[in-house]
């Protein structure tokens, strides 16, 4: 059985930082195109960042510069560290596994950016 699991997700400042991370069981993280996406309330999901199985990486504009995604191979856990976090940076962010046959998601972990 799969599973995702975010943590990391908390209140903070604008300006301030935080690291999500999603631990994969029943897939291995390396063989997979994974990503984060992220819905702010009242709006639709949107894709924030993903790495491939070769590791490279790829960001949407409005992220690009301040968030970096990565992984742990031993750990099976991603990972996206976010910088200079922006009140509109809030929402619930989930962690995606794709693969041709099928796609996972996690439950969610929820940034709240506000002073």
């Known amino acids: 059985q799969v599973q995702l699991v975010e943590s990391g997700g908390g209140l903070v400042q604008p300006g301030g930082s935080l690291r999500l991370s999603c631990t994969a069981s029943g897939i291995i993280v390396s063989s997979k195109f994974m990503a984060w996406y992220r819905q702010a309330p009242g709006k639709q999901r949107e894709w924030v960042a993903g790495?491939?199985?070769?590791?490279?990486?790829n960001y949407a504009d409005s992220v690009k510069g301040r968030f970096a995604i990565s992984r742990d191979s031993a750990a099976n856990t991603v990972f996206l560290q976010m910088n200079s976090l922006k009140p509109e940076d809030t929402g619930v962010y989930y962690c995606k596994s794709t693969s041709v046959a099928v796609d996972y998601w996690g439950k969610g972990t929820l940034v709240t950016v506000s002073s």
């Open positions: 790495i491939s199985r070769g590791g490279s990486t």
